[in-house]
């Protein structure tokens, strides 16, 4: 079993649409938590990061984290044709002696039809 | 623009031989991480260096080696190339140490053939 569970996808909504993009994961030490986008043969781009449980918001992006399920989200609210990437979810462990490492889920393919 | 830089941004080469790729993080950013990402394993953490010195190491061959230079950018040299290390290779770097956010270069595709 990976530590991060992602849905593949691919997720295919049209534009307008509120999309809902998860991960599940299995370590219970993680606590710190990111979104990150990529466009084809382009690096990964951080959209949120959280530390521990909570929601985040950032413009048309919501967050969320809920550590007792070992669970996070990311919301997209309307969702538009250049939000169309693959999305990774990724986290790290926190605690002194840990690294900045980060384990990462396989991502989730997105297309936003017009 | 994520303010990291990789070269080069394609490789092409043959199995057996060496290729050296190159890192420089944000300005500011003392942590150099290292990833590989191809279709079947997704992203896969290999090393990081923090301020020079190696921190952590993740599923990294013993084909691969990596060093942070004093001006704190990155190589990553990989020898003995076999067909299966055809994959995009990211540098990432941040500010420290754990939970800090990590800002991803462009990648460097390499291709072995």
């Known amino acids: 079993q990976k530590e991060v569970e992602q849905d593949p996808g691919p997720l295919s909504v049209p534009e307008g649409a509120i999309v809902s993009l998860n991960c599940t994961y299995s370590?219970?030490?993680?606590?710190?938590f990111m979104w990150y986008r990529q466009y084809s043969r382009k690096g990964p781009e951080l959209l949120m990061y959280?530390?521990?449980?909570g929601n985040k918001e950032d413009g048309r992006f919501t967050a969320q984290v809920d550590k007792s399920s070992k669970y996070i989200s990311l919301f997209i609210r309307d969702s538009q044709p250049s939000d169309s990437a693959t999305y990774l979810c990724?986290?790290?462990?926190?605690?002194?002696?840990?690294?900045?490492?980060?384990?990462f889920g396989q991502g989730t393919t997105l297309q936003v039809k017009p | 623009d994520s303010g990291v830089t990789q070269t080069p941004k394609h490789l092409i080469t043959a199995t057996g031989q060496r290729v050296t790729l190159r890192c420089s993080p944000r300005s500011g950013d003392l942590s150099v991480y290292w990833y590989q990402q191809s279709l079947d394993q997704g992203l896969q953490f290999l090393i990081q260096y923090y301020n020079g010195e190696e921190r952590a190491k993740g599923n990294i061959l013993e084909r691969f080696s990596a060093q942070q230079f004093p001006d704190l950018h990155s190589e990553l040299n990989l020898s003995s190339l076999e067909l299966g290390d055809s994959a995009l290779y990211f540098c990432?770097?941040?500010?420290?140490?754990?939970?800090?956010?990590?800002?991803f270069g462009d990648g460097t595709r390499l291709s072995i053939l």
């Open positions: 959280t530390y521990s449980s």
């Open positions: 370590n219970s030490a993680f606590q710190y």
């Open positions: 990432a770097s941040s500010g420290g140490g754990y939970g800090q956010p990590q800002h």
């Open positions: 990724a986290m790290g462990q926190g605690g002194s002696g840990n690294t900045g490492k980060l384990i």
